[in-house]
């Protein structure tokens, strides 16, 4: 039996599309020297966030900079390190020019840390700093998912949605929202022209896959993975997805990104668990 069962239908549900980017890809303050920007660009394009941690932290102290404050909480947050995140942020809380970027990783730290009212308190002030930014909206609106509270977070999303988020991403989670309420031809509806325009990324086809499964439709899981997988692994695959409790196998964690994921230990047959292994770094909320 091949070991090679697809992870993601099990781990990957919900993109929460959590970027960080926002300040990093900016060009530095004109008070450093050519070398320090190179290295900056070099080691932003390789993600060497190693690398960048000490740069900046060279540079602030060299000298206070907000700019260069925000970039290295970001770093830390593509680095996996919130608290190191939140520490880097605490000055620029209060000051007086503070700005949503600020609240929003804070917010998206928080989250990292499991601190749900905590983040939702720093989104809601990133909100009153930047109405128009779509990425506080769709994390607020996975939070508001998480607390169960399914209107808002749809609200929310649509909002984002609104405000040009990148429409796959938004299409994904309101699917999800679409899942949850029970409603699979809603959410089929969503995601099938994007897998047949080819630009389903493994999440959008992972959903599909559930939403395929509880309508019925073993024929579009044999369609989807037929070039990966055997004609009896599909078919336990869909056996599986047939029976699966959605609600009670929804973890919110955050691995590389913020995702809503489903509990491998409880939804795959035996037969059908896949080694588990850490999340790519590469792995983005499809930001």
Do not use: W
Not at 41 to 59: C, D, G, H, M, V
């Amino acid at each position: 039996m091949h070991k090679k069962i697809v992870m993601f239908l099990f781990v990957i549900i919900l993109s929460g599309c959590v970027t960080t980017a926002g300040t990093q890809g900016q060009v530095v303050s004109g008070n450093l020297d050519l070398t320090s920007v190179d290295q900056e660009q070099i080691y932003t394009k390789t993600s060497n966030y190693s690398a960048l941690i000490e740069l900046y932290k060279r540079q602030l102290k060299q000298g206070e900079e907000s700019e260069t404050r925000l970039k290295l909480a970001e770093v830390y947050l593509n680095y996996q390190d919130a608290e190191s995140a939140l520490f880097t942020l605490a000055p620029l809380i209060n000051h007086k020019s503070n700005t949503g970027q600020v609240f929003y990783l804070q917010g998206l730290a928080l989250f990292r840390l499991g601190k749900i009212e905590e983040t939702k308190h720093s989104l809601h002030l990133a909100r009153d700093k930047s109405p128009m930014d779509a990425k506080v909206i769709n994390l607020l609106a996975i939070i508001y998912a998480q607390q169960g509270d399914l209107v808002q977070s749809r609200a929310l999303f649509t909002q984002a949605r609104e405000l040009m988020f990148d429409d796959i991403t938004i299409k994904n989670n309101l699917a999800l929202i679409d899942m949850l309420e029970g409603d699979y031809d809603s959410a089929a509806a969503r995601l099938l022209p994007i897998y047949m325009n080819e630009q389903a990324d493994e999440q959008v086809k992972a959903n599909l896959a559930i939403i395929m499964a509880k309508k019925g439709s073993l024929n579009h899981l044999l369609v989807f993975y037929a070039d990966q997988y055997s004609q009896d692994e599909i078919v336990k695959l869909y056996q599986s997805l047939r029976s699966l409790n959605l609600a009670s196998n929804i973890n919110f964690a955050d691995q590389a990104d913020a995702k809503i994921v489903l509990d491998s230990d409880t939804v795959a047959p035996d037969e059908l668990k896949a080694k588990k292994t850490s999340p790519s770094s590469g792995e983005k909320y499809e930001q």
